[in-house]
T-cell receptor, first 109, second 113 residues
Framework: GQNIDQPTEMTATEGAIVQINCTYQ??????LFWYQQHAGEAPTFLSY??LDGLEEKGRFSSFLSRSKGYSYLLLKELQMKDSASYLC??????????WGAGTKLIIKP | IAGITQAPTSQILAAGRRMTLRCTQD?????MYWYRQDLGLGLRLIHY???????GKGEVPDGYSVSRANTDDFPLTLASAVPSQTSVYFC????????????FGPGTRLTVL
């Protein structure tokens, strides 16, 4: 079966750095996505990785290791507005997205 | 303003009733998707459409049907609603199957009693 695992909830302090991990087992791999979802709102795109390595975009970075079936999202200089759920999704061999349940990130002052 | 709209925002429905959730996008995207999101579970694909005139089944299609008569609209119909279909429904679109980003509508919160 296909499976995406990520922690259910994490807590971090404003101004700090947090790393959200995602491991996956899917039928085929055509890219990994990270989305942000604030409570009661729609998911919004954060990052995309298809090759191994680190992709940096401002305060957010995403890393991929295809051989390990592993990715992480790194958030730096945390702000209160970063409190949200972070969704990991893998595009499988049929080009459909398989989604993890999301990691709820709580930022404390 | 370009984007995706969904209607209604929320709905309470009696079991056995028929319901159509509406989704319209003005980005001229070829591909459109319907997901449901339930607490503790990831988004699950219900149906998708690669282009106008074609549709396909996702992970959880039973009890739902879709049509894609034109590029902009992708309605989702529950023929006879059941309580297990209580969920938040998101419509999304992308420029193509291989395009990187899916854009999501604001969602419809559906409660079936």
């Amino acid at each position: 079966g296909q499976n995406i695992d990520q922690p259910t909830e994490m807590t971090a302090t404003e101004g700090a750095i947090v790393q959200i991990n995602c491991t996956y087992q899917t039928s085929g791999f055509n890219g990994l996505f990270w989305y942000q979802q604030h409570a009661g709102e729609a998911p919004t795109f954060l990052s995309y990785n298809v090759l191994d390595g680190l992709e940096e975009k401002g305060r957010f970075s995403s890393f991929l290791s295809r051989s390990k079936g592993y990715s992480y999202l790194l958030l730096k200089e945390l702000q209160m507005k970063d409190s949200a759920s972070y969704l990991c999704a893998v595009r499988d061999s049929n080009y459909q997205l398989i989604w993890g349940a999301g990691t709820k990130l709580i930022i404390k002052p | 303003i370009a984007g995706i709209t969904q209607a209604p925002t929320s709905q309470i429905l009696a079991a056995g009733r028929r319901m159509t959730l509406r989704c319209t996008q003005d980005m001229r995207h070829n591909a459109m998707y319907w997901y449901r999101q339930d607490l503790g579970l990831g988004l699950r694909l219900i149906h998708y459409s690669n282009t106008a005139g074609t549709t396909g089944k996702g992970e959880v299609p039973d009890g739902y049907s879709v049509s894609r008569a034109n590029t902009d609209d992708f309605p989702l119909t529950l023929a006879s609603a059941v309580p297990s279909q209580t969920s938040v429904y998101f419509c999304a679109s992308s420029d193509g199957l291989e395009n990187n980003e899916q854009f999501f509508g604001p969602g419809t919160r559906l409660t079936v009693l």
